[in-house]
């Protein structure tokens, strides 16, 4: 049986937004081009993420409107040269000391990191002898704000969402394997939900060590659902075909830990489709 | 040379988006036809132009000081005077009437349509710059600069994923010069991918105007103020109708950006390299600025 008609991906947050680390970013740009077509996204993935590059993008672009300008005519600057490049170190370093009380700042780091690194090429670049006006500037640096914006947002779109509802009865099954996190439960339970109703394998990509890939044994043996990282879901995916379909594989199992006989009514209650 | 220093010295010659020209992605006919090409193609260009603009007024709130007769008479001057003065308007003409006679002008048309969009997205960039500029100096919230140029970079996107296509189809057209069923057949082909997305980016170009329009008329107090540099202020506005705008703006983009993808998956998959001179927006601004 080919990969094509047996596996597919459910890709978490972490896959489509950017990554700190570059080899990071190198293998899920290299997996979503191998892979890209056997991608989806729930929908819970997409509203998290959209949301987060929403109020990250409304938030950067206020520190800039709202904080920025005023910074700069406390330093007395209205025009910027080549020179005034460590005006923006102070103004970024104090934003980067307000992420520290936010709760999930990874995005919000990786926004303000590109907005200085723009802002301070940009100032090196300015000819010797020549002056910009500090409002063109903030203008200009609103417009990159936007670019960034949405060429982050645009792999999101690339994928196909899938329209999930995750039932609550598989919901408590994922906390169950000692998943915590309220949004992961739901990225989860929608990728175990999708994998039962269709009766084809999922497998759940992700980045996540620390609220995810630490259950992943768990959530194998007594959810079926497959979690691992972009390296390794080619080779996840090439395994699953050789194996019978999700339900049929369930059924096998004999005999059934007191947890899986659980899960399996779950799956029977919540989706009418009987596993035990 | 950095993007700054190509700045120009003065911001009051950006302005913001305000006419719709429905001179880029009109299904470009590229159906075999055999007229003769439209000799008046700008004349009546002109007037389609304006009656199209003049639906996008009818279709917006005016606010009480504005008559929608005086304003209607006011934008068709103003239209009729930008549309003079820009070069696109006559390099989109031109194209119209390469593509009404296709076969005789698809030499012509592929030698001017890639460089005409790369003037258009430079056009898009001062927007989105303006759009920047307008937040900056209001009381607006975010959400009004990200819709915005969200739906205008959108619109970037589109012309490259559109290039790209016809680039694509360029190669078959020669190839099957001489098979006249084949040609008409990779005509037809082309005019049905295009006509969808055409109707869906008019449709979205015709929303962020109204917006603007929207905004910018509630804001000027007489019609020599309309257009004009100014300072926005949201207490000035209908917040629930204005807002309600912005979604559905919001709504339309991301339903065309999905469209999109069909397309073509890769172009959205992978995020433009920083590198890339030939997507920084500001660079683009400035290359237009200073031509």
Redesign the interface.
Known sequence: MSIEKSAYFFLDICILLPQTLNISAKLC?DF??KA??LCYISSSVYLRASKML?DT??WV??EI?ESL?PYLQKHRIDRLTCRDARVFEGFFNERRRQLKTFKSPAMYYEMVGRMEHWAV???????LG?E??A??????L???L??V???????L???EVKNITPKEEIKSQVILQGVHKFEDIDHLASAIQFQFTNNVWVVFVTFDEKHILSHQRRLLDVCALHCCKPDYAMDYARDISREKTPIQYYLSISPKSSQQEIFAKAIESSLHVSIK | MGVLSMLPSNLGVISAEKIFRNDVFKPVSLGFLTQKPDIQIEETDIASVVEDNIRILDSIRLPSHFDRETLANFLERIIKEDLEKDPLHKQSAELNKYAKDFRNHMRQYFDRIFDFHEKLKGDISKYVFATSNIFLKSDFPPSFARTLTFSLLTECRFIDIYDLTIRREHLALITNYNDLKKFKRLCDAHNRWVEPFDSAINKIIETRIGLIWYADFTHSKTLEEIFKPKAFKKSLLDEEYFFGMLVDLQRQTDQFRRALTTLSKETFAISPSREDPTVDMLCSIMETMGS
């Open positions: 740009e979503l081009k890209g077509r929403d993008y409304d672009l206020k409107q300008y090429t940009q100032i090196h670049s300015i000819e020549r910009i006006e409002e063109m500037f903030l203008t200009a609103l417009s990159e936007s670019r914006y949405e060429s982050l947002k645009a792999p779109d690339a994928i």
